[in-house]
């Protein structure tokens, strides 16, 4: 099982940017999928969310600017990040609670992370 993300980048403040994270392998189920980041000194904080059913959850700093959304049948889940602000630099991590064929309960993967630097 891998999740691997893709869509990171260098844009002006004010712009946009979408990340893209596609979990493959051997998977039975995925529960929550989502998207955290890392700034440079600081720890790691979750983002958005997107629940099994479709429920989703935001850091009260990217509410209004970003959206998270899921494909089901591919696996896959986005984030549209709008009017991106300097302090949005950071690596970004895609995570998805799932579990494997021939697992009994789940387990959290992690994307290698993709680097957003947002210029002023």
């Known amino acids: 099982v891998q999740l691997q993300a893709s869509g990171g980048g260098l844009v002006q403040a004010g712009g946009s940017l979408r990340l893209s994270c596609a979990a493959s392998?051997?998977?039975?189920?995925?529960?929550?999928m989502g998207w955290y980041r890392q700034a440079p000194g600081k720890q790691r904080e979750l983002v958005a969310v997107?629940?099994?059913?479709?429920?989703?959850n935001y850091a009260n700093s990217v509410k209004g600017r970003f959206t998270i959304s899921r494909d089901y049948a591919k696996n896959t889940v986005a984030l549209q990040m709008n009017s991106l602000k300097p302090e949005d630099t950071a690596v970004y991590y895609c995570n998805a609670d799932l579990v494997p064929r021939g697992a009994i309960r789940r387990s959290p993967y992690w994307g290698q992370g993709t680097p957003v630097t947002v210029s002023s």
């Open positions: 997107i629940t099994s059913g479709g429920g989703t």
């Open positions: 392998g051997r998977i039975f189920s995925i529960r929550p």
